[in-house]
């Protein structure tokens, strides 16, 4: 692992239509891992990511994204960044959308065809985007942020809905890229995700309870199964909290 | 700003408007028929026509303009692509200069058919030159797509967009003296139909209807290219990097 970490972030705030939405959390992110986000739904995972990527509004509290600002210009060629929902144009086909994210990021055009490969969206190259299923939709979402190859890739549930064995790969080029230096964070709320990452958040309602490698919170609560592992962590978090 | 990515955006709109042929064919034919319509419903009143006929071939491009821009951008928004745009190293002119191209190339070709059948089929006569009428035209075409691209952020379903038109729209043709020579309407509406936009549109293309084109006709058309320049700078400042 290497020392310097590709995302710090401390004392960050967050408030949304008047909520404390992100309560002063601090994290690091290690660089050239696959570092996975994980908690309920509403608890700020994409709230989270869109800090680090420089689109949300802060209240206060500094995020340092590969040593930069978050949000710096320079920043905007180094990070992939794929929003929860789907976005992509609707109206134009797979490689349409690609090509033209392809020129706005100045990427070589011969990487169209190699993302399509990666999500597994060769046969459907060809079709309109809005004629798509929604997991069809994320996978081209996805593609448009591995363009570049960019040193950090910010994913917000890349995987919802899809099938597993195509899940099963992409978390394999998940982890071909770390191998390769590329840092990325993934968010999730399944947890046999989870063990596929090399290192874990674990957040609820706005703050972080947990930031371990699996084994190491395996070792910390005595529970196997991670799922039960970030039970036992939240209750020891609230018990605490309580006092 | 980068020539590439404004090249590729513009190229980027022009192929979804192809993907949605009825949208273009509507924006294409519908002033032609109005303009025809225009001219059939004042059959009786031949010179009413040739009064009106320029100045509203010279305002379709503002109302078509508008619509289109307001819904497109509002979808840029709601569907994350902006978001998606905005995290990527593409400049906001670049984005709106590539609309900018897209549509103003739309807009050209309206205005050009509308003419053509204006000025060709139903005998519209125009005293200056058609070439001023055209880029009266155009300016009114990118003010219409400044104040769309303005709307859209205050707009959050297609719905909302498309009821800002009667509410910003129809009021300015109601006092821009089309309907009702200005001089005849009360002091207080002619004092705020002298700030907006549309007014100076419309008198530039009268002028343009009955005389040459002199020096208050160049004031009308910098007027409007004025506001829509301030249009598109407001517009600008609603396409944000960073939002709540
Ligand atoms: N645009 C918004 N305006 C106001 N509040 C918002 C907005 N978006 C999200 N929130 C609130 O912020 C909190 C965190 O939302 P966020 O989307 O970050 O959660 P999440 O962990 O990504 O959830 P999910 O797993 O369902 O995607 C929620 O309580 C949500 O209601
Ligand atoms: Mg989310």
Redesign the interface.
Known sequence: MAAEPAIVVRDLLVR??GVDVLHRISLEVPAATVTGLLGPSGCGKSTLMRSI?????VASGTVTVLGEPA?S?SL??R?G?V?Q????????SVR?NLR??A????TAPERVDAVIETVGMNAFAGR?VGSLSGGQRARVSLA?ALLNEPPLLVLDEPTVGLDPLLRRDLWGTFAALAAAGTTLLVSSHVMDEADRCNHLLLMRDGHILAAETPRGLRAQTGEDDLGEAFVRTIERWETEAAR | MSA??TL??A??VM??LR??PRTVAMLLVVPCLLEVLLRYVLDGQPLEFQRVGTPLLGIFPFISMFLVTAITMLRERT???L????????GKLDLLAGYGIAFGAVAAVQAGLTAGVAFGLLDLQVAGSEWVVAGLAMANAVLGMALGLFVSAFATTEFQAVQFMPAIVIPQLLLCGLLVPRDDMAGALQALADVLPLTYAYDGLARVTTGGFDSAALRDLLVVAGAALLALTLGATTLR????
Do not use: K
């Open positions: 949304r239509g990527v420089g689109v949300q509004v949000g210009r905007r060629a990070v960044y929003t929902a789907p976005s992509v144009y609707g109206d134009l349409e033209y994210f020129t706005v990021l100045g309109v448009t | 590439r990515i590729a955006t190229a980027r192929l979804q993907r949605d569907t994350g692509t978001e998606r745009l905005m995290a990527m190293p593409l990097r960073r939002t709540p």
